[in-house]
């Protein structure tokens, strides 16, 4: 699947995510992305629409404690960044 535009670069922001520790916040995806927080919500959204990213009520730090909302990786999205990462496009 080929991504453009904003999602595209939102869909980025996974690539520093371990498979155990995906789901990260729009402020997040916004930071390691570089773009507006505004066109993160619309472009994660998209994301997940596709099947590549799955909205979470909690997350978890390392150390087992809740840590808010926020988005991850699907084994769709998983395998489209882990491909991506292993031909050096992401």
Known sequence: ????????????????????????????????AEIDRKKVRR???GLARKG???FYRTSWTDDGEP????????????ALIDADLDSGEA
Request: charged letters at 30%; a positive charge; aromatic letters at 12%.
């Open 67 to 78: 840590h808010g909302a926020g988005y991850g990786l699907t084994p769709e999205g998983r």
């Open 43 to 45: 472009a994660v959204r």
């Open 52 to 54: 590549l990213t799955k």
């Open 1 to 32: 699947m080929k991504l453009v535009g904003y999602e595209a670069k939102a869909f980025s922001a996974w690539r520093e995510t371990e498979p155990d520790f995906d789901v990260i916040s729009f402020s997040t995806v916004a930071k390691r």
